[in-house]
């Protein structure tokens, strides 16, 4: 088999310039798209490498027993008695559930941001730790009346500010009533204040 001189044959003429030129930017843009392929992949590799040895990590440690605990009541004592005033009042017309996450209230806007984009993402992990501390529904069809918050002393920290001002920007944003309430501590009782516009 005899030696072929590519740039040779090229300079002579043999191989028109921008063959050569349209080969070499095909072999280019090829190993260009192979290497981020190979890139994402292991990207993915490794991601599935750290989750599964987290399941495993827990899988282990449940397997040894005792790695939960029951927390015994799904509300403070201040939250159920709230709870009750809010059946009391509310419970006829409303179903009233407590302890409710952001996500399962509002999402990111499909139609704007595609999921699991980084907008879609950003947005989601933004909230996805929080609850509401009540949410109340219409009875006929469980559609979403309005959010509840108990702002006790709590929310007067540094960082809860921040998330309520959050939290009130992303129900608005939503379409999503929210309410806060306060407690009537003067008369040493529980009374549920601002609860319903």
Known sequence: ???????????????????????????????????????????????????KKEDSLSIQLIEKGGAYVSKGFMMT?????????????????????????????????VKKYLTWTKEYKALFWQVSQWHFDYVMCHKDDFRIYCALELDDSSHE???????????????RDAGVMLNRMSLNYENKKVEVLNVVD
């Not at 095909?26 to 981020?36: I, M, Q, R, S, W």
């Not at 920290?157 to 129900?171: A, E, H, Q, S």
């Open 1 to 51: 088999m005899a030696d072929v001189n590519i740039l040779g044959a090229i300079v002579d003429g043999k191989i028109p310039f921008i063959i050569f030129l349209l080969g070499a930017l095909a072999v280019f843009f090829t190993v260009k798209v192979l290497f981020f392929s190979y890139k994402k992949k292991s990207r993915k590799t490794n991601k599935a490498r750290m989750n």
């Open 77 to 109: 004592p201040i939250e159920q008695k709230v709870y009750k005033v809010l059946e009391r009042k509310y419970g006829e017309q409303y179903y009233i559930f407590a302890q409710v996450r952001v996500v399962d209230v509002l999402q990111p806007n």
């Open 157 to 171: 920290k540094p960082d809860r500010k921040r998330r309520d001002i959050i939290l009130n920007n992303v129900c």
